[in-house]
């Protein structure tokens, strides 16, 4: 009876190696078939082009370069600094009417209400600061390009 059991257990060894050489083989032609996949379906960094590569860019923004402004209980964050810079130029009066109306959205009316003026002249105003605020930021813009320039 030994002779059996010694032989059971040689016929369990080679069904077991057996199973797992199979095993092993699926394995490898599962990782063949995945990395054909990926070849199709990946692209190397060097082999897109420069849209694909801006639409994978990301930007970091920090609050410390923005310029906030407390306006009438809103706190508007201005991202751009020539625009922030020209606005801090402004009356506080001025500056106001400006970033409510293109900042929080609000309408000449609704401005006028919270600042207790008459809506014409709220329009009045934007339309007059618009072209100061165009005037003044290409001036400093000129600046800034005058003093690169001396560099």
Known sequence: ????????ELIVRKQFD???KLALKRERIDAGRH???MRQHEKLFSELS????IQLAVLDEYDTENC???VLGYDIEVKDRLLAEALQKLSEKKRNIILLSYYVGMSDVEIG?????DDSTICRHRKKLLK???VTM???ANEENQKEKKR
């Open 50 to 53: 420069e849209r694909e590569l």
């Open 68 to 70: 906030w402004f407390q």
């Open 132 to 134: 100061l605020l165009k």
């Open 1 to 8: 009876m030994e002779k059996s059991s010694s032989c059971d």
């Open 113 to 117: 209400d919270r600042m207790n003026l």
């Open 18 to 20: 057996r199973l797992c």
């Open 35 to 37: 990395e054909d996949y």
């Open 138 to 140: 290409e001036e400093m």
